[in-house]
């Protein structure tokens, strides 16, 4: 009963396209289209909600970002531990220069994202307000490592075989920059009896407002590709797939145009879906394998990696440069149009040098980074911008707004919406009530935390703010009692 | 025929009655748990309230744990009646002072301005993973109620004009259920004092006095006026913080006139002693060099 709800909503979303299907049918050749057509479209079965797209900065293209006069480097841009910094006070550093070395397994090395001396090592505030260990380097022009290719050609020869590539993602830092920000290396550190068939590029970008993929595609098409062909040595898997959703139609067509280069690269487009971008729900849509509950994609034999993470380990392998930029959204409704843009940012960056480019319009009630429905309020406007910060949203106060809390409807649209099958309302309850053996029961660990059910509840209930809590504090539970 | 009816009901229920007894009787024999009879007697003194600040499930689990270790402190319950427990064991109960919970956290809205509003799930675990609090101090109250939530004796509500705690004296026990629900560890459970008056560092912030002061203006900046000034040696000051130690701490406040930034509260002293507050200012003529 509730499916049929769902679906009637899509009929809705499919009906603010078509301005950009309009964009489609100017640019894009007879043949091409056709070609599209017969790749058909694919989408995941359970679950699955439809905010409202709003990609103003679609058809931006990305703008440089003027260099910071001081940038302050976090050694906590990834998932993991921090990195330990390796210089000192005083030290003169380059562009690209190792500056934070990985010293566990759980760890990415940090550059330098400018050319300078280094002021101090010091605790600085991120964008929660919480103090991480940072270093921060004062600018003095901006001269380059001499192992990096500046040279804008492309080029298309692998020179390098699997463990060497290996090891230049883990020298060069590369992190998923899909939002998550996990050592990508460690995803091609296979076992033995682990074999990788499919490669699955992550391009679904089903978060609204963000446009980054679409933009990195759009411009550097051909490098995105051949970082999927560096990719698949590294992973050993035969086929590569493109998942993407069918709202990026120039970046479908531009994928399709150039993966007629590219033997083993396919293009798959999707149904409009959040969240299409999550790992388990794109393996669904794309392979139709189901990943097994607390398992990792590897386990139905798929590696998922974004496709701006592609872009860097293209830059990373062919060029030896590290990431030390970030390509950022600027947009949202508080924001005229005409200011939604993408940057490439060097990291490091005060947040506050962004927002002053942009300006901040009266109207703005909350700052997100990341996307509007798992990314988090900025509560600290002068922090830095790190690694995978994909976006800078304006919201605008009607929109930052909590509706009031009323109670549960028992209405089963959480449920409905919940792409992973669990019972947010129950998990809710149980958090709440801290019963914990409960939620691991009710399977809280499988949650994604992609925030469906909160969008969709009608009553407005914080049901993954408590699902959240709850996870944290039952995946402590499960890991006192594994320890004994 | 209306009697053989009854009859034979009678008689079969009796019957089966009788089976069941007789099994229930051996299986009792057979399954027979030992338990020691001090549990119930230990439990009896418990207060009953099974509020779980002693660390227990209830307070069977603290009156079983009690008996099987032979120790009276295996946790501590304000409630509990420990002469007739250590009775009960043949232990002799030590004396131990009455306990109350204090707020160390100063930072209302007028002292610590807010930055930021808040406006997600109301409880303290979920805020502060978000992030560092209203007033951007990551060592403050956040003000969501989690001990209100935790405590069973309603003796902690939050102040909805300072957005801190108030603990009811009268009816805490310190019991430290909320002391354990804090995540940021605010609440501390103290010696009540004599007369109830007692002397703290109202502050948990651990971050450098500029730092502190600039988000707090009633923070700790950790200058160390206050342990010179002690005659007792009972404050220590560790990553910037100073900290009473209430075993040693006689209250003679003279702590309290020398903190230049007002950290150091004194409670439940009477008013007039106006000599004492009239002195202070005179010696702290510059508050800020250590700052």
Same mark, same amino acid.
């Given at each position: ?11 809705? !979303? ?32 359970? *679950? ?31 998932? *993991? ?24 397994? !759980? ?40 192992? #990096? ?28 920059? *899909? ?78 145009? !150039? ?9 798959? $487009? ?26 990792? $994609? ?23 440069? $590290? ?36 300006? #901040? ?6 700052? #997100? ?100 809590? *709850? ?14 | ?102 707020? %160390? ?61 108030? /603990?009811?004296?009268?009816?805490? /026990? ?9 995540? %940021? ?107």
């Amino acid at each position: 009963m509730y499916r049929l709800n769902v679906k009637k909503k899509k009929s809705i !979303m499919n009906d603010r396209i078509p301005q950009l299907a309009g964009e489609l049918a100017t640019e894009i050749s007879k043949e091409l289209k056709s070609d599209i057509r017969k790749l058909g479209k694919k989408t995941f079965n359970l *679950g699955g909600v439809h905010p409202e797209a709003n990609k103003f900065a679609h058809s931006a293209e990305v703008v440089t970002f003027p260099l910071p006069d001081q940038a302050v480097v976090y050694m906590t841009q990834h998932l *993991g531990a921090p990195a330990t910094p390796i210089v000192q006070k005083g030290d003169k550093v380059k562009v690209g220069q190792l500056i934070g070395e990985a010293q566990t397994f !759980m760890c990415a090395n940090i550059h330098s994202p400018i050319s300078g001396t280094v002021n101090r090592i010091d605790m600085i505030a991120d964008i929660s307000g919480y103090k991480k260990p940072a270093i921060v380097i004062d600018r003095e022009g901006d001269e380059w490592d001499e192992s #990096i290719d500046t040279t804008p050609d492309i080029i298309r020869e692998i020179k390098l075989n699997k463990e060497e590539i290996i090891a230049r993602m883990k020298d060069r830092g590369i992190v998923g920059l *899909g939002g998550a920000c996990f050592p990508t290396h460690i995803k091609y550190m296979l076992k033995p009896e682990q074999k990788c068939e499919y490669l699955i590029v992550n391009a679904a970008e089903c978060e609204p407002y963000i446009s980054t993929d679409n933009r990195v595609i759009l411009e550097r098409t051909e490098q995105c590709l051949i970082g999927i062909e560096i990719a698949l040595i590294a992973s050993g898997a035969e086929k590569a797939i493109i998942g993407i959703e069918d709202n990026k139609p120039r970046a479908i067509a531009a994928l399709v145009e !150039m993966c007629k280069k590219f033997t083993n690269i396919e293009v798959q $487009p999707l149904k409009i879906k959040y969240p299409q971008g999550a790992e388990k729900q794109l393996i669904k849509a794309i392979t139709g394998r189901s990943v097994p509950n607390g398992a990792l $994609p590897i386990s139905v034999g798929c590696i998922v990696n974004n496709i701006t993470t592609m872009y860097v380990l293209y830059q990373a392998v062919q060029k030896n440069k $590290p990431i030390i930029q970030a390509y950022t959204t600027v947009s949202g409704k508080s924001l005229p149009k005409e200011q939604c843009k993408i940057f490439r940012l060097r990291i490091g960056t005060p947040i506050r040098d962004v927002l002053n480019a942009v300006g #901040i319009p009266e109207d703005t009630g909350k700052i #997100i980074s990341g996307g509007p429905m798992m990314g988090k309020a900025i509560a600290n406007l002068d922090a830095y911008i790190a690694k995978g910060m994909g976006s800078l949203l304006f919201m605008n106060e009607k929109e930052s707004k909590r509706g009031e809390v009323h109670p549960c409807l028992r209405c089963g649209k959480c449920v409905a919406g919940c792409p992973m099958g669990l019972q947010p309302y129950l998990l809710h309850a149980y958090s709440n009530l801290k019963r914990y053996e409960d939620c691991e029961k009710s399977g809280i660990m499988n949650c994604i935390e992609c925030g469906s059910c909160s969008y969709i509840c009608p009553a407005n209930r914080p049901l993954v703010d408590f699902i959240r809590v *709850g996870k944290a504090k039952t995946g402590a539970m499960i890991r006192a009692r594994n320890a004994k | 025929m209306a009697t053989t009816t009854i009859l034979y009901a009678a008689l079969t229920i009796g019957l089966i009655g009788m089976i069941a007894a007789i099994i229930l009787f051996f299986v009792s024999k057979v399954f027979h748990v030992e338990e020691d009879p001090r549990i119930d007697e230990v439990q009896a003194c418990l207060p009953g309230a099974n509020c779980g600040g002693c660390g227990f499930a209830g307070c069977r689990a603290m009156a079983e744990a009690m008996v099987k270790t032979m120790d009276l402190n295996v946790a501590y319950c304000p409630g509990g009646d420990y002469d007739k427990i250590g009775e009960i064991l043949g232990i002799k109960a030590e004396a131990r002072e009455p306990q109350v919970c204090v707020v %160390r956290c100063n930072g209302t809205c007028e002292n610590a301005p807010a930055k930021v509003n808040y406006d997600s799930a109301v409880t303290c675990a979920f805020a502060n993973s978000l992030y560092a609090g209203e007033s951007s101090c990551p060592f403050a109250c956040l003000g969501c109620g989690d001990c209100v939530d935790a405590c069973q004796f309603d003796a902690i509500h939050i102040n909805p004009e300072t957005h801190l705690p108030e /603990v009811n004296e009268d009816l805490c /026990v310190g019991c430290k259920a909320c002391a354990r629900a804090c995540p %940021r560890g605010v609440l501390e459970i103290r010696n009540k004092g004599k007369n109830n008056r007692r002397v703290f560092v109202a502050c948990n912030n651990k971050e450098k006095g500029a730092v502190a002061r600039k988000n707090c203006k009633a923070a700790c900046i950790g200058c160390g006026k206050c342990a010179k000034a002690c005659p007792f040696e009972a404050i220590t000051v560790t990553d910037n913080l100073a900290y009473i130690d209430f075993t040693k701490c006689k209250a003679c406040r003279k702590c309290v006139a020398e903190c230049p930034t007002g950290a150091i509260h004194a409670v439940n002293f009477p008013e007039k002693k106006a000599p004492v507050a009239a002195e202070a200012p005179a010696e702290t003529t510059t508050p800020a060099e250590n700052a």
